[in-house]
């Protein structure tokens, strides 16, 4: 049995940005019928928040979109890399922090941008030795892509700008998918598919939703 593609989304405190693409990637799994070959799960670069759950306004947005959610915030720790196939940073600083702290070129070059498979510019070329087929929009472990494919941080924002970071991370899935579904061995995507923007539908029946109390940091 072929053990499964596994991938990490990361973020700062592991309840705003990345729970929300854990959830939006696993959705789009699921309809290319790729959720038995794929673990994805999420982490963030700190501890501050390890056992909570998602900020409010993250699970609002969510099942505003019609996601499914469950999650309990979590730090990540360099050992995971031996583990795992992609690690997904939402933001530059993230993806500095990840390969500074990953213990190999090998690992660090498991470290992506979200945003840059929504650019068109993922190559689905495999990453510096890696154990399985990694899809990566840059070449290696380099000081990173451009502070505009940010994600930004809406923690200390208004609702609207969680609104905003679903938009993006629902437009980078889609292309992390398709970067994925051309990069996993063959006899892995045969019955795959890249989902025909089905997904489309939640955008369109979302309605508005009251910002939630914000947390304090």
């Known amino acids: 049995m072929t053990a499964?593609?596994?991938?990490?989304f990361v973020c700062t405190g592991n309840i705003c940005r990345s729970?929300?693409?854990?959830?939006?990637?696993?959705?789009?799994?699921?309809?290319a019928g790729l959720d038995g070959l794929v673990e994805v799960d999420s982490a963030g670069t700190g501890g501050w928040h390890e056992g909570d759950g998602a900020d409010p306004r993250t699970v609002a947005v969510l099942r505003a979109g019609g996601y499914e959610h469950a999650h309990t915030a979590r730090q990540f720790h360099a050992s995971w890399f031996d583990r795992l196939d992609l690690v997904i940073a939402l933001d530059s600083g993230?993806?500095?922090e990840l390969r500074r702290l990953a213990p190999t070129a090998r690992d660090?070059?498991?470290v992506q941008l979200l945003r840059?498979?929504?650019?068109?510019?993922?190559s689905g070329a495999g990453a510096g030795g890696a154990s399985g087929p990694v899809p990566t929009p840059g070449s290696g472990p380099g000081p990173g892509?451009?502070?505009?494919?940010?994600?930004?941080?809406?923690?200390y924002g208004g609702f609207e700008g969680f609104e905003e970071c679903l938009e993006m991370v629902e437009t980078a899935s889609d292309g992390?998918?398709?970067a994925l579904s051309t990069t996993l061995p063959a006899r892995t995507v045969v019955a795959a598919r890249v989902p025909d923007h089905d997904h489309?539908?939640?955008r369109a029946a979302r309605e508005p939703q009251q910002p939630q109390e914000k947390e304090s940091a």
């Open 19 to 31: 729970p929300m693409a854990e959830a939006v990637f696993r959705a789009r799994l699921a309809e």
């Open 108 to 110: 660090a070059a498991k």
């Open 94 to 96: 993230h993806l500095r």
């Open 145 to 155: 892509l451009s502070d505009d494919l940010d994600v930004p941080d809406p923690y």
């Open 116 to 122: 840059a498979y929504g650019t068109g510019t993922a």
């Open 176 to 178: 992390l998918l398709a």
């Open 4 to 8: 499964p593609f596994r991938i990490c």
């Open 200 to 202: 489309d539908h939640r």
